[in-house]
Structures are given as structure tokens and as C-alpha cells.
């Protein structure tokens, strides 16, 4: 049982768990839609609303404001209205909008004009995102000139190699997988130099080759999808390490929440990093966790996702305010504000949970989330509605913003759609899980 933790205006509701941790719920074999699912009219409803948002307003914006149509690239720079408050093209937001965009091609439509961005985004890319030994920039200016550094976190070089991979998967180009595949081995070497010294804006303490979950995060994700493409017995075993990593040293025995950070060594620091939990970033994890456990097969690590999925869910609602707490650290209280990419992907692992359980509580919490979701960060810009990616306390979201997100919002329209249809597909023939 995980212990009852209060910090300011919040409470963490007991979660029992059988004791090999799995979830109570049980589990269908993997990848398989569970039969208790059903596409409802609720379900229905958020299915065309989120077509909408993605197809009439989320697209419609970037490639007016954001894309770059003569370099190529993306501004992220925006404001509600689209205006550029800078010209900065950060490098996370080039690989992320490379993996929308070919992933909008590849699953939703064939649309030529994604396929175009696609390619000039990874154009660009190749052009300018790195450094003479490879390291990717943090970000450039409009025509690729780097503006700050290398990104010694090493996501910048993640995140493009997650775009990469999914424009070779939407394109069938096996050169564009190989670049993928070098620019993981190469940002995963930097993750794993011990004398790293990149400093994580948001941990309380960094020390040389901090371990994030973070960095197996996006090496599950990543490993997942190119397996899809691309098998390579190193690369399968590559991602049982990542996942066992995730659930085994990372999780926290006492608090039963997954750490953020570890040494260079993935072992749990006694400092005030021990208690520090980005819950946002447990979330995520854990339902790519569970994408992972059905292509690897194994049926004891996705009811752990599942278990785990929940706890952090409970874990992060603010039962005074609704929403959710990115971040705790229990000697210092949860971290204020709301974002908006934590309740994107508790979305997505809700509704994934859903599917493959059909639990009336993870659909429960589905629709209560997205209610609470659209009614907080969904603003009104000069074009239309827009998405804030910040709240306070208060659930209000600044009157002006100096940032856009191109990743998680429209990555989780497209994965709750494909969800959706899975969801249908199986209410006259079991369907499978496959985003």
C-alpha cells in the first residue's frame, strides 16, 4: 500500500496494489482492446471534437504562424495570435514537429502538405541542428545559425531522432532511419558521459551524469516505435533495460512514486533530490511503458504500467483546485501552476488504459480530465481557439504568452483518435493497440 502523503492543498488517496504491484483491474493478453470497452456517444462526441481541434485549428495555425515554408523548420516563438515574439528556433521543437507531421501523414490522411513540412523540417534538420562532433544545438536562428549551445541534456538529440524514425516510417526511406538511428546512439552516449555536466532547470540539486527518468522515457518511446519498423535484437534489449530501469531503480520503495533523478550511477541520491517526483513525467512514462509491454510480450510489465499509471494519477490531482501537479517534492510541497502537457498525457494513458482494461474508472477519469482540461488552458486568439500551456493555482492561464506547443496537444489528439477507432474496430471484432 502506498503511504498517504499531504502536501499544501493536496492529498494523495491510498492505492492498493497486489504484491507483485500489479493492478487490481486485470488485463487483457497484450495489444488486444478489451471487450467491456465501448465507444459511447460521450466518447463519440470527444472523438469529432478532437478531430476538429486537430484538423480545423491546430494545423491551420502552425502552418500560418508557425512552420516555416522558406527555410524549414518551426517557430514555437508565438504568441495567442501567432505573432513571432521570437525568431529562436529551439531544437526540442524541430525533432517534435518532424514527429507530428510525419505522423499525420502516415496515419491520418496522407495529406501532401504534412508530408512537405515533414521533409523540410528533416531537411533542416540535417542542415544545421548539430555541431562539428555531433552534438545537437539547444537552438538556432531562422536560417540555422546557432544561437545557444549544444544541448548537453541530451533531448534535443532524442527528440530528433524520434522525428527522424517516424518520417522513415512514413516515407519508407531506409537512409532516414539510419540518421535516426545514429542520432540516438549518438545523444545516448552523451547521456551516459559521467562527466555530463548539463543542469535540469527544475531539480532542486544536479551533480556530473545525473541520471533523468526523462532520458529513459524517451528512449522507451523511441525504441518502441523504431521496433515497429526495424527489428534489431540489441535494440529489443536495449528497451527491456530502459523499461526495467523506469520500474526497477527509479520507482521509489517508500513513497511508491517514480524519481526524477538518480546519480550517474542510478543510484538513489540522499539529498532532497530523493523525494523530488516530476508527476507528469510518471505518467508519461508509464503509458509508453505500456506500449512497450505489448510489443515486447510481457504481461507482468504492463499490468505494473497499469498499477504504477493510476498511483501517479491519484498522486498529482489537487482535490481543492482540480488539475493536476506537475511536480512534488514531499520535505517542500507540490510546485505551483498547472501544464498543460501533463493533462495531454494523462489523457492519452487514461484512454490507453481504457482500451485495455475497461475500467470504468480510467474512462471516469478520462472525461473528468478532459473537461477540466478544455475549460483551463483552451483561450481565444486572434485566429481562433488556442491552447495556453500553463495555469496558475487558480487554473487561470497567463493573459500573454511568448511560447506555443507543437508536440504534446497534437500528438494527443492523434493518439486519442487512433485510440478511438481501435475502441469502434472493437465493438464487432477485437482490435489492437497500435499508435
Sequence with gaps: MVSCLTADNYLVTPYVTQDNGAS???????????????????????????????????????DRFGVDHENGGLFCGLDYDGNRVTDEKFMWY???GLWVYSHAYRRHGRNSRFLETARRT?????????????????????????IEGADLMGFAGMFAAEGMQEFARATG????????????????????DRSRSAKPHYLPLHYPGIRLLGHEMVFIRFLTQVLRQHEDPDLREA?????????GPFFHPIHGLTSEALDANLNRPDDVNDDFFVLGHGMETMWMIMEAAVLLDDDEVLETAFARFRTHSEASWDTKNGGFRTALSLSRGALPG?????????????????A?????????????????TTDTFRVEGRSGPVWALEAND????PAQVDRMGNYHLPRRLMLCLELFDAIERSNTAQGNISI
Design 356 to 372: 485495455m482494461t475497461g475500467s470504468d474508472q480510467a474512462l471516469d477519469q478520462f472525461l473528468r480530465i478532459d473537461e477540466f
Design 122 to 146: 528533416y531537411e533542416f534538420l540535417l542542415r544545421s541542428g548539430r555541431d562539428d562532433s555531433g552534438l545537437w544545438w539547444s537552438s538556432v536562428g531562422p536560417g540555422g545559425e546557432p
Design 239 to 247: 528497451l527491456r533495460q530502459a523499461v526495467a530501469n523506469a520500474l
Design 94 to 96: 524541430q525533432g517534435r
Design 338 to 354: 498547472r501544464l498543460l502537457w501533463h493533462h495531454d498525457e494523462a489523457l492519452i494513458g487514461n484512454l490507453m488504459l481504457y
Design 173 to 192: 526511406e531506409t537512409d532516414v532511419l539510419e540518421n535516426a538511428l545514429e542520432a540516438y546512439r549518438r545523444t545516448r552516449s552523451t547521456f551516459e
Design 24 to 62: 487490481p483491474e486485470g488485463n487483457n493478453p497484450p495489444g488486444k482492446i478489451s471487450s467491456k470497452t465501448s465507444l459511447g456517444p460521450g466518447l463519440q462526441i470527444i472523438r469529432e471534437r478532437y478531430r476538429g481541434w486537430l484538423f480545423d485549428e491546430a494545423f491551420p495555425f502552425w
Design 394 to 397: 487558480s487554473n487561470t492561464p
